[in-house]
């Protein structure tokens, strides 16, 4: 059984940065290429970033070009998301996920507010 545990969300301010992390367990972590969705209420789960096998390859919507940082450590079996300069936009649920899986975990709720 999967399990994806993200961390590391919490209330910042605007140009404030976050680090977030998801642990996984129960899967063979390296064999998959990972990545960041958000979602915010009502709406649909948006990508946000993905991180290949190696890290070989490095993906970001436009909207956070520049500003967040993916990263994986295989040893960890963990995904991190570095955010930096967040704006009120960026305040969603962040979640991980193995790509081409139906694996999600609860996520974790990032809230930028001044």
């Known amino acids: 059984q999967v399990r994806l545990v993200a961390a590391g969300g919490g209330l910042v301010q605007p140009g404030g940065s976050l680090r977030l992390s998801c642990a996984a367990s129960?899967?063979?972590?390296?064999?998959?290429?990972w990545a960041w969705y958000r979602q915010t209420p009502g709406n649909q789960r948006k990508w946000v970033a993905s991180v290949f096998k190696g890290s070989a390859t490095l993906l970001y919507t436009d909207d956070v070009k520049g500003r967040f940082t993916i990263s994986r450590d295989d040893d960890k079996n963990t995904v991190f998301l570095q955010m930096n300069n967040l704006k009120l936009e960026d305040t969603a649920v962040y979640s991980c996920?193995?790509?081409?899986?139906?694996?999600w975990g609860q996520g974790t709720q990032v809230t930028v507010s001044s």
């Open positions: 129960g899967i063979n972590f390296r064999d998959y290429a």
């Open positions: 996920n193995p790509l081409n899986t139906n694996d």
